[in-house]
């Protein structure tokens, strides 16, 4: 089953026939460029051994190092992988960096081990592919449900600090790089807010998944007094018209580990989430939330993909004529990996920019990726995701050797 890839496929498919690229870039673009698959065998605390299947697809490297995360989680497989990666050589394009596209998985439940069980996975991962990956080879950073402890583990088996990105900044991380997913976003949709007419009275947001970039961009919502009405995570979801005190639901979350029974918000199911009325639905788990069967019950006005693929193209069809905006993924969260581009940046010439710096780089970035893509979508008369595409095939044709 390719559902994702194919997914994928006829994403860029879509935007291959707004505009001519030629069927030679289709052909190249349409497979990865290399498919490593490894089996890990690490020692449980127990004494016992369990072996698990772990990926790296590097998709393409003409516009520079593969770059992209390493995921953990129980549904990860070949075709999960293929996908992701492919969206990094389209997401790095429209970024504007100098990196090529790969990923990396794991199929593991990351909650079912230890401190040093994962450490031990870590240290395995970074062996098995150590041949694979480099500094200006393939560039691993995180993914969901991996941070900077396992890079930190990675870079110090490997033996160099640019190898991966999302390090600690004790061990040569950038400031601003956990942050800067949700703030990318953030810079996205401030720099397209008056263009997608979103009124600010209106401007309430439901997120989908308190996770690194949902709970950060929750963060910044609350700085910007934003009101966030609903959000959720892999236990459940929650709902308050009054607006959720986003402090008090990171002390709850510690507490009891989910956001689930939060004082002055109503348990609510994950569907229910998805259709709320509001201005700005952030999509900021995993892949395929937003489909054929609940597209036209989406009730927001905009939506901005913090996930990697939430949005399947039969449900881009139903939201553009019903007058959604979807900001695609591969603008909407490319803040995480321009500021991995920064931090391996930092990590080749010795140097450590300030937060200032890094969050003055990320804005210009993503402002002129945001217009860049709106110029495309609106020349051609497309919704953003093919305007985005069409810009990345521009960038990449433009490096093909
Ligand atoms: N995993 C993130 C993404 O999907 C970041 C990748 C990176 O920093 O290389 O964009």
């Given at each position: 089953?390719?559902?994702?890839?194919?997914?994928?496929?006829?994403?860029?498919?879509?935007?291959?026939?707004?505009?001519?690229?030629?069927?030679?870039?289709?052909?190249?673009?349409?497979?990865?460029m290399?498919?490593?698959e490894?089996?890990?065998?690490?020692?449980?605390?127990?004494?016992?051994?369990?072996?698990f299947?772990?990926?790296?697809?590097?998709h393409?490297n003409?516009?520079?190092?593969y770059?992209g995360?390493?995921r953990?989680?129980?549904?990860?497989?070949?075709?999960?992988?293929?996908?992701?990666a492919?969206?990094?050589s389209?997401?790095?394009a429209?970024?504007?960096?100098?990196m090529?596209?790969?990923?990396?998985?794991?199929?593991?439940?990351p909650?079912?081990?230890?401190?040093?069980?994962r450490?031990?996975?870590?240290?395995?991962?970074?062996q098995a592919?150590?041949?694979d990956i480099?500094?200006?080879?393939?560039?691993?950073a995180?993914?969901?449900?991996?941070?900077?402890?396992?890079?930190?583990?990675?870079?110090?088996?490997?033996?160099h600090?640019?190898?991966v990105?999302?390090?600690?900044?004790?061990?040569?991380?950038?400031?601003?790089?956990?942050?800067?997913?949700?703030?990318?976003?953030w810079?996205?949709?401030?720099q397209?807010?008056d263009?997608?007419?979103?009124?600010?009275?209106?401007?309430?947001?439901?997120?989908?998944?308190?996770?690194?970039a949902?709970?950060?961009?929750?963060?910044i919502?609350?700085?910007?007094g934003?009101?966030?009405?609903?959000?959720?995570?892999?236990?459940?979801?929650?709902?308050?018209?009054?607006?959720?005190?986003?402090?008090a639901?990171?002390?709850?979350?510690?507490?009891?580990?989910?956001?689930?029974?939060?004082?002055?918000?109503?348990?609510?199911?994950?569907?229910?989430?998805?259709e709320?009325?509001?201005?700005?639905?952030?999509?900021?788990?995993?892949?395929?939330?937003?489909?054929?069967?609940?597209?036209?019950?989406?009730?927001?006005?905009?939506?901005?993909?913090l996930a990697?693929?939430?949005?399947?193209v039969?449900?881009?069809?139903i939201?553009?004529?019903?007058?959604?905006?979807?900001?695609?993924?591969?603008l909407?969260?490319?803040?995480?990996?321009?500021?991995?581009?920064?931090e391996?940046d930092?990590?080749?010439?010795?140097?450590q920019?300030?937060?200032?710096?890094?969050?003055?780089?990320?804005?210009?970035?993503?402002?002129?990726?945001?217009?860049?893509?709106?110029?495309?979508?609106?020349?051609?008369?497309?919704?953003?995701?093919?305007?985005?595409?069409?810009?990345a095939l521009?960038?990449?044709?433009?490096?093909?050797?």
């Amino acid at each position: 089953m390719a559902q994702a890839y194919n997914n994928f496929l006829s994403q860029l498919e879509r935007a291959m026939s707004v505009k001519d690229f030629g069927t030679e870039l289709y052909g190249l673009l349409r497979s990865p460029m290399k498919q490593i698959e490894h089996q890990l065998n690490v020692t449980m605390d127990d004494g016992s051994s369990r072996t698990f299947e772990a990926y790296r697809i590097q998709h393409n490297n003409w516009r520079g190092p593969y770059k992209g995360g390493i995921r953990f989680h129980p549904q990860v497989d070949l075709d999960e992988v293929k996908t992701l990666a492919a969206l990094m050589s389209f997401k790095t394009a429209v970024a504007g960096i100098p990196m090529g596209g790969g990923k990396g998985g794991v199929t593991v439940d990351p909650k079912a081990l230890s401190q040093g069980e994962r450490e031990r996975l870590d240290r395995a991962w970074a062996q098995a592919f150590k041949a694979d990956i480099g500094p200006t080879v393939d560039v691993p950073a995180p993914d969901v449900n991996t941070g900077s402890f396992d890079m930190d583990i990675i870079a110090a088996e490997y033996g160099h600090p640019a190898v991966v990105t999302g390090k600690s900044v004790e061990h040569g991380g950038s400031l601003g790089r956990d942050t800067a997913t949700a703030m990318g976003g953030w810079y996205v949709l401030q720099q397209l807010k008056d263009r997608l007419f979103l009124d600010p009275e209106m401007f309430t947001v439901v997120i989908q998944g308190f996770g690194n970039a949902g709970a950060t961009f929750a963060d910044i919502c609350a700085r910007h007094g934003v009101k966030v009405v609903g959000t959720s995570d892999s236990s459940g979801a929650i709902y308050s018209t009054d607006g959720i005190d986003i402090a008090a639901l990171h002390a709850h979350k510690q507490a009891t580990k989910s956001v689930k029974d939060f004082p002055g918000a109503r348990n609510i199911s994950n569907a229910e989430l998805l259709e709320l009325e509001c201005g700005v639905l952030v999509p900021a788990a995993l892949e395929s939330q937003i489909t054929l069967e609940n597209a036209a019950r989406v009730n927001a006005k905009v939506i901005l993909e913090l996930a990697n693929g939430p949005t399947t193209v039969e449900a881009d069809d139903i939201l553009f004529g019903k007058g959604i905006q979807v900001i695609p993924d591969i603008l909407a969260n490319s803040g995480g990996v321009t500021v991995s581009y920064f931090e391996w940046d930092q990590n080749m010439k010795g140097e450590q920019w300030s937060a200032e710096q890094v969050d003055v780089m990320l804005k210009d970035h993503m402002e002129k990726a945001a217009e860049e893509v709106w110029k495309r979508a609106h020349e051609n008369t497309v919704d953003m995701r093919r305007g985005a595409f069409i810009l990345a095939l521009e960038r990449l044709q433009q490096a093909k050797p």
